[in-house]
């Protein structure tokens, strides 16, 4: 059909051509009579190919409706429902007594969670329970609205932008020594704007409080992320546990977050982060009591290979006169438990990731992506230990399967391993990250895998 339409219009410009060499080869004098019949004999064929033109139309628009199947267009849905639930391998050095100290290790139903969210004319929102052995706790509830001029503004409980992602540098199930500081992956009630100009993306943040204590056995801890608490324990003089008659600790009471992160070409996406806040004391003295964090930190990419990198400062300024014994420590807790960090140091971290792995002869797996990944913990106070998380292991997924499979170790992090000295002394032991007076080497085997479904979408 495309050759007859070609021809019939070479048909038509030849004939134009040709009335534009009769009028243009006219001369005064010329035998008007054959002019006038050589223009009727034009005319005629002009009509004769005006006519195959539209029956060659026509007869192409019914092959069309007959040949061309219908364009199926995609129904947006504007809610969607989901969910995952997780199971978890762990062996490692973990003291008499627990369940980890099996020669075989042992499993665990880990996480089962639902989610929805909502995408209607620029009206976004996503809501985020989860549900775990004891406890259970809101992860995301917010609503928003995203527009190209204004960027995206969300409210309710949403993640802080603090770092160059947000999980902060880390892949692993483990994540980095920052989550444990409340650094990375944190979830606070506030307000959320973020816009990009060109290559600059920025975020700016008010959060009134934290996302709240939720269904647990702690007191003040049944929450995801790491967050300021409360708690009716401490430790005396000579570091062993006691009870207090009620709550200790601080909650955070207001706080700002600024992020920019700049992409180029040649260093890859280049940020920073800075984070303020204001402490509210319960039963300590909180006049002037405050918090600040600042990192830099950069995503760069070498062939198959990126790299994450980030280094922070932080600073927790409350009174020495707690009913811990001291300033230099203040209680966190999240997955239904509390302890000790440190209040003042500096968090450098690394994460390397390969994505060069060939998967495509593996009918079971679609993508397998190794990691190397450390972070620690430089306290200010001197007799302080550092706390140290190394993590090597891979990322994989078959579908909606997606699997973790990694090794820790690591000289201060509450999840890996138990064994050591005055383990369970709540100054010199379970706050790892705090005092660190452990002060030994424990390691974790590892495998988390979890099923991501869709109840309606």
């Not at 600024?258 to 920073?272: N, Q």
């Amino acid at each position: 059909m495309k050759r007859h339409m070609s021809t019939l219009i070479s048909s038509l410009t030849l004939f134009l051509l040709a009335v534009s060499a009769v009028y243009a080869g006219a001369e005064p004098g010329d035998d008007t009579e054959a002019l006038k019949q050589r223009i009727e004999q034009l005319e005629g064929e002009l009509a004769d190919v005006r006519e195959k033109l539209a029956e060659a139309e026509a007869q192409n628009a019914m092959q069309a409706s007959v040949s061309e199947e219908p364009v199926v267009q995609p129904v947006h849905r504007p809610v969607k429902i989901g969910g995952a639930l997780g199971i978890n391998y762990a062996y490692g050095d973990y003291a008499s007594g627990s369940r980890r100290n099996e020669d075989v290790g042992d499993v665990d139903l880990d996480i089962f969670r639902l989610n929805a969210d909502l995408d209607s004319d620029g009206l976004i929102g996503r809501v985020e329970y989860r549900w775990y052995d004891t406890y259970s706790m809101m992860h995301t509830a917010w609503l928003g609205y995203e527009s190209d001029r204004y960027g995206t503004v969300k409210a309710g409980i949403v993640r802080v932008p603090f770092g160059p992602g947000p999980y902060g540098v880390s892949t692993s199930w483990y994540f980095d020594q920052h989550f444990y500081i409340g650094l990375s992956d944190d979830m606070d009630l506030g307000i959320r704007w973020t816009k990009s100009y060109g290559d600059l993306a920025v975020d700016l943040a008010y959060y009134f409080q934290d996302e709240g204590e939720w269904d647990g056995e702690s007191r003040d801890s049944s929450r995801y992320a790491y967050d300021l608490v409360t708690w009716d324990e401490h430790a005396d003089a000579e570091g062993d546990v006691t009870y207090g008659a009620g709550e200790n600790g601080f909650e955070e009471d207001g706080q700002l977050n600024l992020r920019m992160i700049y992409s180029t070409e040649r260093f890859g996406d280049l940020g920073t982060s800075f984070q303020y806040g204001w402490l509210k004391g319960k039963n300590v003295d909180d006049s002037g009591a405050d918090h600040f964090a600042v990192s830099a930190h950069a995503e760069n990419s070498f062939g198959d290979f990126t790299l994450l990198s980030q280094l922070s400062y932080y600073e927790f300024d409350i009174t020495d006169d707690t009913p811990w014994g001291t300033g230099d420590l203040i209680p966190m807790g999240a997955y239904d438990f509390a302890w000790l960090v440190a209040s003042e140091g500096w968090i450098p971290a690394v994460s390397l990731r390969y994505h060069g792995i060939d998967t495509s002869g593996i009918p079971w797996i679609d993508s397998v992506m190794p990691f190397l990944e450390w972070s620690t913990i430089l306290k200010d106070r001197s007799d302080f230990n550092d706390s140290t998380l190394w993590s090597l292991g891979a990322l994989m997924y078959w579908g909606n399967l997606y699997i973790y499979a990694e090794l820790g170790i690591s000289d201060g992090s509450i999840f890996v391993g138990s064994e050591g000295d005055n383990y369970n002394n709540i100054y010199d032991g379970v706050g790892d990250v705090g005092a660190n007076g452990n002060d030994r080497w424990n390691k974790r085997f590892n495998i988390n895998a979890r099923y991501y479904f869709n109840l309606f979408q």
